[in-house]
């Protein structure tokens, strides 16, 4: 009798799961991170849309592969599945890499939890913990900026004013002096110059107010596209992918100009110096959802759902470079100032937005994250 009234009260839980299950499936297609249900061998059996677009693979054909099928058998992932088994609990693992012919994730945290309604089932969430990395970068792009315009404001009232003087005392003994003199005249007059050209550029990190307004970014990708076409990456591909609904960035057209232009300068030569065969660089718009940035001072989060993305095929950032690239003076080039990426984050961090870097041999991506125009932009340019 009790053995009935048990397989009766089972069959009862098991049809009330069943009606519920179409309601978790909804449920968990409609999170905005990546969820997988693997059985006991592996196979998917299910993946909300998050994690169609992570994997780059549609739930058609993840019903065919097994997760041996896009990450290398010895991965960690597969401990984490199996300590999920063997103890039926859940498990947590951080900073994991996905990297293969089909992935190229970094920075990934990865929670998989045991199903007991399924035996040996796993479910797994995913979490792409970039955002967060780029928000403390972003956060350190700041205080570097900061830490620069400072400097520049120093230099130029302590270094300006005694250069001008010794500029014209080279210029007056240069008329008065014999040819073998003269040369060293000359090069007086030309490292003062130089070291002036090194401080206007380090003032265009002064804390300056930015005059913002709509920006069409295809605009701004075409033009930078057609200078760099015409001088300096005469001899690169360019291939564009663009998402043509893209609304305004809300932003200074100039400035927006100068961070490409210097992005596409960078990739190119890279390219060039390294001799890629067939050099290429890519121009990237999308829309995105879920980045937002607090505002400091403000309760107020900024929405950055617009992406501008130069990728190239080059040889990669030297990895030595790489944890401080957007910092002021470090460089890979040997006549470098290397301020350019430091002033590209600096006009980035203006716009409110973040910038992020993804390298490795054969694939260097700068990616920006910017805001676009509302509602609440226009009021804030339209008020006084």
Do not use: W
Request: aromatic share 4%.
């Amino acid at each position: 009798m009790k053995d009935t009234l048990r397989r009766a009260a089972v069959a009862v839980l098991e049809r009330r799961v069943a009606r519920r299950a179409p309601e978790a499936a909804a449920m968990m297609s409609a999170l905005p991170v990546p969820v997988l249900v693997l059985d006991g061998e592996d196979r998917f059996t299910f993946a909300n849309h998050a994690a169609e677009h992570f994997l780059g693979v549609s739930m058609a054909q993840l019903g065919q592969l097994r997760l041996s099928d896009l990450v290398p058998a010895d991965h960690p992932v597969f401990l984490l599945i199996s300590q999920v088994r063997r103890g039926e609990v859940t498990v947590a693992d951080h900073d994991m890499s996905f990297d293969s012919p089909r992935l190229h994730k970094t920075g990934i945290a990865v929670q998989g939890t045991y199903l007991p309604e399924e035996p040996g089932a796993v479910l797994l969430v995913l979490q792409d913990a970039s955002a967060a990395r780029a928000l403390d970068r972003q956060l350190t792009f700041r205080s570097a900026a900061r830490s620069v315009t400072s400097m520049a404001a120093m230099l130029a009232h302590e270094v300006k004013n005694p250069l001008s003087g010794i500029r014209g005392a080279a210029q007056l003994l240069e008329a008065s002096v014999g040819d073998a003199d003269r040369e060293l005249t000359v090069l007086i007059r030309d490292e003062a110059d130089r070291i002036r050209g090194l401080v206007d550029r380090m003032e265009m990190f002064g804390e300056k107010p930015i005059d913002r307004s709509a920006v069409n970014i295809h605009r701004v990708m075409e033009h930078v596209r057609r200078l760099a076409e015409s001088g300096f990456a005469a001899n690169i591909r360019f291939t564009e992918v663009y998402d043509p609904s893209l609304p305004p960035v809300h932003g200074n057209r100039d400035q927006l100009v100068q961070v490409v232009l210097n992005l596409v300068k960078n990739a190119a030569e890279s390219l060039t110096t390294a001799g890629v065969a067939s050099p290429e660089i890519t121009l990237i718009t999308a829309f995105q959802h879920g980045v937002r940035l607090a505002v400091p001072g403000s309760e107020r989060r900024m929405h950055l759902p617009l992406v501008v993305a130069v990728r190239d095929n080059g040889p990669g950032i030297p990895d030595d470079i790489r944890p401080n690239l957007f910092d002021p003076f470090v460089t890979s080039k040997a006549a470098g100032s290397g301020l350019g990426l430091a002033l590209v984050a600096k006009i980035v961090s203006d716009h409110g937005g973040l910038i992020e870097a993804d390298s490795r041999p054969g694939r260097t991506e700068f990616r920006l994250h910017l805001p676009m125009l509302t509602d609440d932009a226009v009021e804030q340019v339209d008020s006084p």
